[in-house]
């Protein structure tokens, strides 16, 4: 029997199989995985085989492979990780121009990660009832910038329901995480996409769980359309990774397409003579503010301070 691992309790996990029944198991055996060390072999959003024995319980015997995954380490020293939650098909964004403002180099850092996790990403700006017409301005040249570079954008508001049903459309068939700085509205707009469901419950928890090297809980909650929302607690962004310098211009897809024309294979984009990408700048076919978000990471990267995208 197959299923879809939909939550984890770190002691058992729940199986939605494919033919509709949730059955709780443990796992069978001993799970590594070969690429990473991790305190939890299974995670929500796993593929799975399942064996159900005659007295009625049940055992993981088997993982499918994943298309990407989500970690958090344990603690900074440690190589152990904890997986999040496994074969995301999108992660939305949201953000705000004001009220707080998320910053482009957040915006762009948070999309590099999700680039090397192979994780899409799509940007809702929130928040959209209480921009006035600068606001409105800016907030349509991100979204020109943004659409350009191959992500899609969308504009809502948590508040007056503007723009809900399209987010709502956009969950249908998909495994979705919410990200988000706080204070742009993430909690307003689960909490009407998931009615019933206390979110402010789910940070507490998190704020328990910080620090401490336990299984964290993690849950997907089924949408109208067998779409999921994860909702793990603590989830910001896309835990640490180490990134090579030559590899944070892979994360920036425009850089990353301009560079096929720099002089050096390895070139870093600053400096060096005869770089396509510093030329595509200045000819404004790369935005001022993607090459500045790029240099700032290599720049943290430089100093040794490289820590997460969020
Ligand atoms: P979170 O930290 O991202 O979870 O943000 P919250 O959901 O707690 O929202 C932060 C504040 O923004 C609260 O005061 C919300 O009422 C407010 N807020 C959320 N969405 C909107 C919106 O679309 N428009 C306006 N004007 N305020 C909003
Ligand atoms: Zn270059």
């Given at each position: 029997m197959k299923g879809l691992v939909?939550?984890?309790?770190g002691s058992w996990y729940q199986v939605k199989t494919d033919d509709g029944r949730f059955i709780e198991c443990k796992i069978k055996g001993n799970f590594r995985l070969k690429d990473i060390k991790s305190t939890n072999p299974i995670a929500v959003g796993d593929r799975v085989q399942i064996i159900i024995n005659q007295e009625g319980t049940a055992f993981i015997n088997e993982i499918e492979d994943r298309k990407n995954y989500i970690v958090r380490r344990s603690?900074?020293?440690?190589k152990q990780s904890h997986?999040?939650?496994?074969?995301?098909d999108q992660c939305l964004l949201v953000v705000t121009v004001n009220y707080p403002e998320t910053s482009t180099i957040f915006i762009d850092r948070f999309l590099a990660s999700a680039e090397a996790y192979r994780v899409p990403v799509k940007l809702v700006f929130n928040?959209?009832?209480?921009?006035n017409e600068e606001e409105l301005h800016y907030l349509q040249s991100l979204i020109t910038l943004y659409t350009h570079i191959g992500y899609p954008c969308f504009c809502i508001s948590a508040k007056t329901g503007e723009g809900i049903e399209t987010i709502m459309e956009e969950l249908k068939g998909r495994v979705t995480l919410f990200s988000g700085h706080s204070g742009v509205g993430k909690s307003t707009l689960i909490n009407i996409l998931l009615?019933?469901?206390?979110i402010k419950t789910a940070k507490i928890s998190a704020y328990h769980n910080k620090g401490m090297h336990t299984t964290t809980f993690s849950e997907m909650f089924p949408v109208a359309g067998n779409g999921y929302i994860i909702d793990t607690p603590?989830?910001?962004g896309f835990g640490t990774f180490d990134m090579e310098e030559e590899e944070?211009?892979?994360?920036f897809l425009e850089i990353f397409k301009a560079s096929?024309?720099?002089?050096?294979?390895?070139?870093?984009?600053?400096?060096?003579?005869?770089?396509a990408v510093r030329e595509a700048v200045e000819q404004h076919y790369i935005s001022e503010s993607r090459y500045t978000s790029y240099v700032n990471m290599l720049e943290d990267k430089d100093e040794g301070k490289y820590r997460s995208a969020h």
């Open positions: 939909i939550k984890n309790t603690s900074n020293l440690s997986i999040l939650a496994a074969n995301l928040k959209v009832d209480a921009y009615p019933g469901r206390d603590g989830i910001k944070i211009g892979h994360y096929a024309n720099c002089k050096y294979n390895n070139c870093t984009h600053r400096h060096e003579p005869g770089c």
